[in-house]
């Protein structure tokens, strides 16, 4: 069995942190994830798909992510149920996220990477929030690894904008 879901959309409003009764901390916000269609009219539709997140990565996302920020998301379907105060049976279908990376810089700035952050500790976590950060102005929280960004990156230049293509080094750069 399979339940994996990846998601690129922006946040519809602010995330919302709240603590359970023994102190865990989280944090819900909808995701807006535009179709890959138009409607008749010739206007793009968009999915409003309510996101979870627990422990240390509710609190990060809570703290960095705000209503409009481009962001991934990577996790899983949950459905729960629950009887309303009218006494009828409600069924919430959302994505319980295990990894989740801003795509745009904190000033809302797009293009410049983002900041993995994956959960530690979360149950149902496969991925373990392992991957690398491609931002060098940003940070890796959680359970993720961090690309070091250390001397000679041409001073703030970022070292991975021609990521996938041939570089050109000569051998006398070479530290070996």
Known sequence: MLNR???IGRLT???DLRYTPSGVAVTQF???VDRTFTSGEGEREADFIPIVMWRQLAE???NYLKKGRLTAVEGRIQVRNYESNEGKRVYVTEVIADNVRFLESANGGSGSGGSNTGSSGNSGNRSGGQGSNRNQSGGTYGGGSQSSNKGGN?????????DGRPIDISEDD???
């Open 5 to 7: 879901v990846v998601l």
């Open 13 to 15: 409003k602010d995330p």
């Open 30 to 32: 909808v995701l807006a």
């Open 60 to 62: 990060t996302c809570a």
């Open 154 to 162: 041409g001073g703030g230049r970022d070292t991975f904008a021609n």
């Open 174 to 176: 070479l530290p070996f």
